[in-house]
């Protein structure tokens, strides 16, 4: 008893997400036919990535202990070496 109608709660759950789902969706799908015009010069340009370290993505590894740290970081978070 109890579980059937917990399995009933999850079905209703399911079924109202998929409704807000699709209720999205038609709605980006209208705001883009109505933007059509304006949005198709946006969406060719893609956004370009910042290119400041084009070697190092994201990732830089210790010269000390060699284990990989953040890029953004002066020193390695494990022995302090500096990066430079
Ligand atoms: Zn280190």
């Known amino acids: 008893m109890g579980e059937l109608l917990t399995i009933t709660n999850i079905l209703i759950i399911m079924t109202l997400i998929v409704n807000v789902i699709t209720?999205?969706?038609v709605v980006m799908h209208i705001k883009n036919s109505e933007e059509k015009k304006e949005s198709v010069i946006e969406t060719v340009v893609?956004?370009?990535?910042?290119?400041?370290?084009?070697?190092?993505?994201?990732?830089?590894?210790?010269?000390s202990c060699n284990k990989p740290y953040d890029s953004t970081l002066t020193i390695c978070p494990d022995c302090k070496e500096s990066r430079s």
Not at 50 to 55: F, I
Request: aromatic share 4%; proline share 14%; charged share 10%.
């Open 23 to 25: 209720l999205i969706v």
């Open 46 to 63: 893609p956004p370009l990535t910042p290119s400041t370290t084009s070697n190092e993505i994201g990732v830089v590894f210790c010269r």
